[in-house]
DNA sequence: AATAGAGCCAACCGCCAGCTG
DNA sequence: CCAGCTGGCGGTTGGCTCTAT
């Protein structure tokens, strides 16, 4: 396959980008988006290759970027994350919202590689690693539970992701594309443990996995019982569980308190209700 | 105050997969 | 089916900043 030719051999502009040009690039792409990179630069005026336009609008003036130094929460997720998928910073990324695979990538290579390291010299200090089947992650948006150590499926790995979490994209866009699909496989494996399966990728796709399961659940809810649990940003939400379709409840639980708790019992639930076949059916 | 070395991060490079004609 | 084009990805690097001496 012919090769383009790199920005210097065509005589453009490399390196740092100037404050002008960033504005160049903003206000062409607010105008007129950015159907085509590699046209870009010439029809917005810039002595850049497309690449590098991509490049630093992704990486750099995306609206949406957040700024900043990592928390301690978006760094244990990525050593998580980083567990399960290795080096693919793009999967990494589309499970942390307003961040780059960049910025990630030299996060990665910068702090917690070498944390991870005194960590394993010195297991007791700060953080004990944990394995991937006890892999947990705990930020409030992002929650994922062990499958049993004994294997059982019934206590399969709950999940709680907003759509813009998992594929980047708003509530109700349109079918994903395969590289879309393909991050959200790998975001269901990384945070559930388990395969991603065309629900995921439709429930991603039509909203959010939460309200996903939540609608699918409700279906049936003629007599429902309701799990309160400590959504991503907003307090409380409510999901419902066909109480039909399973035979031992504790109605005493305290699910509002715990988000883990919540899940598991959520989870132990659904799979009591016949797992994913039944949630099917009631889809 | 000057300098060297380390750390950090934006940006580049080359490869690859998917799309299109 | 094929070849070319394009976007996306991960690895790497150059240069700026910070820190120690």
Request: proline share 5%.
């Amino acid at each position: 396959m012919a090769r383009a030719p790199s920005c210097d051999k065509m005589g453009l502009r490399k390196g740092p980008w100037a404050p002008e040009e960033d504005q160049i690039l903003i206000s062409y792409i607010q105008k007129y988006g950015h159907a085509n990179w590699r046209k870009l630069p010439k029809q917005a005026g810039l002595v850049r290759c497309g690449k590098s336009c991509r490049l630093r609008w992704i990486n750099y003036l995306r609206p949406d970027i957040k700024r900043g130094n990592f928390t301690l929460e978006e760094e244990e997720t990525i050593i998580k994350l980083h567990e399960v998928l290795g080096n693919r910073w793009s999967a990494i990324a589309a499970i942390l919202p307003g961040r780059t695979d960049n910025e990630i990538k030299n996060v990665w290579h910068t702090h917690l590689k070498k944390r991870l390291k005194q960590y394993q010299t010195k297991p007791d200090t700060k953080r004990n690693p944990k394995s991937k089947s006890e892999m947990k992650c705990e930020s409030s948006n992002c929650i994922s539970r062990s499958q049993s150590e004994s294997g059982d499926s019934s206590s399969i790995t709950g999940n709680i992701l907003s759509s813009t979490e998992v594929s980047g994209k708003t509530p109700m866009s349109p079918q994903p594309s395969s590289s879309e699909v393909s991050s959200i496989t790998d975001a269901t494996t990384a945070i559930t443990g388990r395969k991603a399966n065309n629900m995921d990728i439709k429930a991603v796709n039509m909203g959010c996995w939460e309200s996903f399961w939540s609608d699918a659940l409700s279906a049936d809810n003629s007599s429902a019982i309701s799990l309160n649990f400590e959504g991503v940003n907003d307090g409380f939400q409510s999901h419902q569980v066909p109480s039909s379709s399973v035979d031992v409840m504790e109605p005493d639980y305290e699910y509002g308190q715990n988000l883990d708790d919540a899940m598991e019992f959520w989870y132990d639930l659904f799979i009591k209700a016949g797992g994913e076949e039944e949630l099917i059916k009631a889809f």
